[in-house]
C-alpha cells in the first residue's frame, strides 16, 4: 500500500517562497505519475500540478509560472517548488499517485501551507 509523507511547509508572506517535499513508498514509484493537490478551508481539493514518469508537468493556471513540480526517482521523492507565493495559495497540501487514470484513495497527512503578512 502507498505511503506518502509530505513535509516543509510553513508560514511565508506573500511573495515568499517554499519547496514542499513528498517521500514515497509501497509502490512502483517509476511507473507512477505523482501529483500535488491541496484543499483550502472550506473548499474541495484540487489538482495543484502533476509530473508524470517521462517528466513531463501540466499545472493549474492559477499557479502557472510560479510552482514547479519535480520527482527524483532514485529517491522516490516528489518536490513542489513554490515561489511570488499568494493568500490564496493558503491551504493544505497532499501529494498522490497515479497509476493509468485514476489518482489513488491513499492520502497521506499533508502539509499545511499558509501565506499572511
Known amino acids: 500500500q502507498v505511503q506518502l509523507v509530505e513535509s516543509g511547509g510553513g508560514l511565508v508572506q506573500p511573495g515568499g517562497s517554499l519547496t514542499l517535499s513528498c517521500a514515497v513508498s509501497g509502490i512502483n514509484f517509476n511507473i507512477h505519475t505523482m501529483g500535488w493537490f491541496r484543499r483550502a478551508p472550506g473548499t474541495q481539493r484540487e489538482l495543484v500540478a502533476f509530473v508524470a514518469t517521462a517528466h513531463g508537468t501540466w499545472y493549474r493556471d492559477a499557479v502557472k509560472g510560479r510552482f514547479t513540480i519535480s520527482r527524483d526517482n532514485t529517491k522516490k521523492m516528489v518536490y513542489l517548488k513554490m515561489n511570488n507565493l499568494r493568500p490564496e495559495d493558503t491551504a493544505v497540501y497532499y501529494c498522490?499517485?497515479?497509476?493509468?487514470?485514476?489518482?489513488?484513495?491513499?492520502w497521506g497527512q499533508g502539509t499545511q501551507v499558509t501565506v499572511s503578512s
Open positions: 498522490n499517485s497515479r497509476y493509468g487514470n485514476m489518482w489513488s484513495d491513499n
